[in-house]
Nanobody, 124 residues
Framework: QLQASGGGLVQAGGSLRLSCAAS????????MGWFRQAPGKEREFVAA????????FYANSVKGRFTISRDNAKNTVYLQMNSLKPEDTAFYYC???????????????????WGQGTQVTVSS
């Protein structure tokens, strides 16, 4: 089970940190991802972090502004979002999966478990 939190309303240029707490004793094995979905748009990849080596992956649109990290001792993955833009406004979901490779870790189909999401709204 995944529980996302930390969303809210922020002005453009501001920051937010999202958290996703996972239940279970095998959290460290899972690749963890963040996706977002804006009204009328498809769900899109934001960032991911490997369970093992901790390699990270980012969408081009957030590279240099967002940082994904994980604390396996706390079963939690984070998404630090800086320099937020109005186009970052969306519902943000965390997800967990196993077995993806570098070319598939950005795909929603690579994830088996999804959190309920948290709303991020960036005002201009």
């Amino acid at each position: 089970q995944l529980q996302a939190s930390g969303g809210g309303l922020v002005q453009a240029g501001g920051s937010l940190r999202l958290s996703c707490a996972a239940s279970g004793r095998t959290f460290s094995r899972y690749d963890m991802g963040w996706f977002r979905q804006a009204p009328g748009k498809e769900r899109e990849f934001v960032a991911a972090v490997r369970g093992s080596a901790g390699s990270t992956f980012y969408a081009n649109s957030v590279k240099g502004r967002f940082t994904i990290s994980r604390d396996n001792a706390k079963n939690t993955v984070y998404l630090q979002m800086n320099s937020l833009k109005p186009e970052d406004t969306a519902f943000y979901y965390c997800a967990a999966g196993l077995g993806s490779i570098a070319t598939t870790i950005r795909l929603p189909s690579s994830y088996d478990y999804w959190g309920q999401g948290t709303q991020v709204t960036v005002s201009s």
